[in-house]
């Protein structure tokens, strides 16, 4: 009997592929666990070297070949390796992330079974940069043993749970499946942890058992914060959490949305447009409630038009020379 389904996803990950299986197989388990690996149609060498692995782990590697990209920034690819897991429990997992712990499997069934009203377990991570323009970094500074939705809702995005590190109980996420507003967000992780803590608390970990790989052709850097397409996605995405939650987090999730107003003011859309960037900074103002001062520059750089900007610089100037000849 299958206990655990690893299941990955993968796009272009020929680099990655080689290291990421032979962290995943190198796993010391008293239970038998399967490697799910759904590639979306990658163009490079991924396909030829998954099928190397599976001839020769044929009892421990499955592959779901998709003829054509399912879209969405992987997230449909990864719905689909869920929906054919056998496992007990699901561990996702990227295609350029690898384990670091021979223990990883073991250590969070081992805290799933011992606590049947946790929704999912999660442990630490380290993030790394593949073209050294970060330094390395935990992915989670919180060290609470347990998360709520309380944690995971803040005026920031709050992302501390690597994908990598996550395994939660399959039979509860086909019971339960996410909102079919999730499936409108290119994020996959921030609406679905939600989703599993409302459901119990995701236990935590305290060990760095992974490694969250940053690559210019991984999901992450698909998120382009000053492309309007993926702020307006934000929006929504926050807009909907909050309605799901019947706007309990009204106050702290409209500060949120309001941070990505301001990153529109700023887009290669709209950099240059009055009229939306004017719309955009009186919505940003009504929902961030700013200080005094930041709302003066906000109306200044953006709401007043070019032409008041000019008559406003012309009456500063002018009082200026007034008050410098007295």
């Known amino acids: 009997m299958i206990k655990v389904s690893v299941c990955v996803v993968t796009y272009n990950h020929e680099k990655f592929v080689p290291k990421m299986l032979d962290s995943l197989l190198m796993q010391e388990t008293t239970f038998e666990y399967e490697i799910v690996v759904g590639d979306d149609c990658s163009r490079d060498n991924t396909v030829a070297i998954l099928k190397d692995y599976q001839s020769r782990y044929p009892d421990k590697i499955r592959l779901l070949l998709q003829s054509k990209n399912l879209g969405l920034n992987g997230k449909y690819n990864a719905l689909n390796t869920f929906a054919n897991a056998k496992g007990e429990y699901i561990a996702q997992f990227d295609g350029d992330d690898y384990l670091t712990s021979p223990h990883k499997l073991q250590k969070q069934v081992e805290m799933l079974d011992a606590n049947p009203h946790y929704s999912a377990s999660y442990h630490n991570a380290m993030a790394i940069y593949d073209d050294n323009s970060a330094p390395s970094h935990l992915v989670n500074t919180l060290t609470k043993p347990e998360v709520t939705v309380d944690d995971l809702i803040g005026e920031d995005e709050l992302c501390f749970i690597a994908t990598s590190s996550l395994m939660f109980r399959r039979e509860d996420f086909a019971k339960n499946p996410d909102p079919e507003w999730t499936n409108l967000s290119t994020s996959g992780d921030i609406p679905r942890n939600i989703m599993l803590a409302s459901r119990g608390p995701i236990g935590y970990i305290d060990e760095v058992m992974s490694v969250y790989r940053k690559n210019r052709g991984g999901a992450s850097f698909a998120d382009n914060h ?101």
């Open 226 to 326: 000053y492309g309007a397409d993926f702020l307006f996605n934000r929006i929504q995405m926050y807009s909907n959490i909050n309605k799901e939650f019947n706007y309990k987090y009204d106050a702290v999730l409209q500060k949120n949305i309001a941070t990505y107003y301001y990153k529109l003011l700023f887009s290669k859309e709209y950099g240059d447009s009055y009229w939306p960037r004017a719309r955009y900074a009186l919505k940003y103002i009504s929902l961030a409630q700013p200080s005094q001062q930041k709302k003066r520059e906000i109306i200044r750089d953006f709401v007043l038009p070019p032409f008041a900007m000019k008559i406003y610089s012309f009456l500063a100037l002018s009082l200026y020379n007034l008050k410098t000849k007295s």
